[in-house]
């Protein structure tokens, strides 16, 4: 079994334009990680609301800063997502991974929940089907094939923005 293992989300679909075609083609199995976009997509991060602490934002707060212009656009896509899962009868977090098992190239999601209560509330997206208007308004949203923000496409850790992590010699 061959696969690719890209991050893939609502809010990052570059790899719509040339890795999931070629999976497809090829028959390679596709497992993305961050379906929900590195918590963007968990609904912990909106607008008028403090951010958790603890975690990731606490981390790298830069990734997650609301006064920032890309981050400003996450979060103004989570608020539509958010009124477009309300529509759907359905939380962020089934939209979101609903989302990216239902390209016919993904095989299966990587999810990383860190709480029993997390990935218990993640599972119930493997049964869910989202309707074709569902995808338009995300398509509408961020078109097919593209970033919201292009710098979350294969983001590095600042660890490992440092060379000396990254070399052997």
């Given amino acids: 079994f061959v696969c690719e293992q890209p991050p893939y989300s609502i809010l990052v ?7 999931l075609p070629v999976c497809r083609r090829y028959g390679m ?7 929900l976009a590195g918590g963007w997509l ?16 606490q981390r790298i ?5 609301p006064a ?3 981050n400003a656009d996450k979060m103004d896509a989570v608020e539509e997502l958010v009124m477009l899962a309300d529509d759907a ?15 016919p190239a993904v095989s299966s ?10 990935l218990e509330g993640q599972l119930g997206a493997a049964d869910i089907h989202l309707e074709p208007a569902v995808l338009d308004r995300i398509d509408e949203l961020v ?25 052997r010699r």
């Fill in 109 to 118: 999601a990587i999810i990383g929940p860190r709480t029993t209560e997390h």
């Fill in 42 to 57: 968990s609904g912990k991060y909106r607008r008028g609301m403090e951010t958790p602490k603890g975690g990731r934002a």
């Fill in 143 to 167: 078109p097919p094939g593209t970033n919201l923000n292009v710098a979350d496409a294969g983001w590095t850790p600042p660890a490992l923005a440092d060379k000396s992590q990254r070399r």
């Fill in 13 to 19: 679909r570059s790899i719509e334009a040339e890795v």
């Fill in 29 to 35: 199995g596709v497992i993305p990680w961050s379906p």
């Fill in 61 to 65: 707060p830069q990734r997650y800063d």
């Fill in 89 to 103: 009868g359905l939380s962020l977090v089934h939209l979101a991974l609903a989302f990216v098992l239902e390209h």
């Fill in 68 to 70: 920032l212009p890309e």
